[in-house]
């Protein structure tokens, strides 16, 4: 298998769900690899958070963004040049609360790139905040007497905002995972994989998934309806019904790139390209 392994010491909890997803995304590069992608081609991008360091134990092409920013930096390079395969980290910290406008948008323009949440439903670095995702009651650090706001679910949202692919792993099933993420990476347009995964220090929810989660059937991944009745199967609210994962959501429509490039990459243009001809393909 293709090594992607670097020389930093691994710094998360042990237990922590983040091994869970390194190791599926070793092993889908591994394989997209061997299945004739260029290993040169990826680019990684980061948020700041424990999910953040998943980068740093990647022996791929990466770049750690401010907090709230690795999709619009993903978004940035993939706009520069199309032919690399873009993959964004992000935390529910991250990407639902700090930078959600940006994933809102990336998910409207269809950019195409990769979204991997580590959904760990607090800010995890910080010490155990709220997030968009925290459940009702959820007594972190800032709201030691319970959070007083009901989470959203993400899928919903991605789905209302025009994401073309739209998928649901889990830390506890890595093969699985590492499917999905094979089918992200692959999609053309905007590919957004939220992941469970349990914080075992300040939300540890290993038993609670291990109950819940089921795997999805087949089903018609074009149907908006289809995917909405999946997606809302999980009471965000009351949290006490089974969590499907799997693919919710897959649809071909073109993409950002596609739309303003027009077949042009940027990277390749010249120094002495003139400007008004390039600014003229743009506009
Ligand atoms: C603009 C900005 N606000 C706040 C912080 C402080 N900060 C660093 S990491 C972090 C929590 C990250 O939580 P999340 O994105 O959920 O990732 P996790 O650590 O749970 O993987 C925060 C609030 C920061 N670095 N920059
Ligand atoms: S604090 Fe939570 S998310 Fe961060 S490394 Fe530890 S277990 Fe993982």
Same mark, same amino acid.
């Given at each position: 298998?293709?090594?992607?392994?670097? %020389?930093? $010491?691994?710094?998360?909890?042990? &237990?922590?769900?983040?091994?869970? *997803?390194?190791?599926?995304?070793? #092993?889908?590069?591994?394989?997209?690899?061997?299945?004739? =992608?260029?290993?040169?081609?990826?680019?990684?991008?980061? &948020?700041? &958070?424990?999910?953040? $360091?998943? +980068?740093?134990?990647?022996?791929?092409?990466?770049? %750690?963004?401010?907090?709230?920013? /690795? =999709?619009?930096?993903?978004?940035?390079? $993939?706009?520069?040049? /199309?032919?690399? #395969?873009?993959i964004a980290f992000s935390g529910d910290g991250d990407s639902y609360d700090?930078? *959600?406008?940006?994933?809102?948008?990336?998910? !409207?323009?269809?950019?195409?790139?990769?979204? +991997? +949440?580590?959904d760990n439903r607090n800010f995890a670095l910080t010490t155990g905040q709220f997030t968009a995702t925290s459940p009702k009651g959820f007594p972190g650090r800032s709201t030691p007497k319970g959070n007083p706001e009901e989470p959203f679910n993400p899928l919903e949202l991605m789905l209302a905002a025009g994401a073309s692919f739209i998928a649901r792993g889990y830390t506890g099933k890595i093969e699985h995972l590492k499917n999905l993420i094979i089918e992200g990476v692959k999609h053309r347009g905007f590919s957004f994989i939220e992941v469970l995964q349990p914080c075992v220090s300040f939300f540890d929810n290993y038993q609670f998934y291990n109950k819940t989660v089921?795997?999805?059937?087949?089903?018609?991944?074009?149907?908006? !309806?289809?995917?909405?009745?999946? *997606? !809302?199967?999980?009471?965000y609210l009351n949290g006490d019904s089974k969590i499907p994962i799997g693919i919710f959501y897959k649809i071909r429509k073109p993409t950002y790139e596609e739309e303003v490039l027009k077949g042009l990459n940027p990277s390749k243009i010249k120094k002495e390209f003139p400007l008004k001809e390039t600014l003229e393909r743009f506009v």
């Amino acid at each position: 298998m293709e090594k992607l392994d670097t %020389y930093c $010491k691994n710094t998360w909890c042990p &237990g922590c769900g983040n091994f869970g *997803i390194l190791e599926a995304v070793k #092993q889908a590069v591994a394989s997209l690899v061997k299945g004739g =992608v260029s290993k040169e081609n990826f680019v990684l991008t980061a &948020g700041i &958070g424990c999910h953040a $360091k998943t +980068i740093d134990y990647l022996n791929l092409n990466s770049f %750690y963004s401010l907090h709230g920013r /690795p =999709v619009a930096t993903a978004s940035g390079i $993939k706009i520069g040049n /199309p032919e690399l #395969q873009v993959i964004a980290f992000s935390g529910d910290g991250d990407s639902y609360d700090e930078g *959600i406008c940006h994933l809102i948008h990336a998910a !409207k323009r269809n950019s195409d790139i990769t979204v +991997i +949440i580590h959904d760990n439903r607090n800010f995890a670095l910080t010490t155990g905040q709220f997030t968009a995702t925290s459940p009702k009651g959820f007594p972190g650090r800032s709201t030691p007497k319970g959070n007083p706001e009901e989470p959203f679910n993400p899928l919903e949202l991605m789905l209302a905002a025009g994401a073309s692919f739209i998928a649901r792993g889990y830390t506890g099933k890595i093969e699985h995972l590492k499917n999905l993420i094979i089918e992200g990476v692959k999609h053309r347009g905007f590919s957004f994989i939220e992941v469970l995964q349990p914080c075992v220090s300040f939300f540890d929810n290993y038993q609670f998934y291990n109950k819940t989660v089921y795997e999805l059937k087949t089903h018609n991944f074009s149907s908006r !309806k289809e995917a909405l009745n999946k *997606i !809302k199967e999980w009471d965000y609210l009351n949290g006490d019904s089974k969590i499907p994962i799997g693919i919710f959501y897959k649809i071909r429509k073109p993409t950002y790139e596609e739309e303003v490039l027009k077949g042009l990459n940027p990277s390749k243009i010249k120094k002495e390209f003139p400007l008004k001809e390039t600014l003229e393909r743009f506009v």
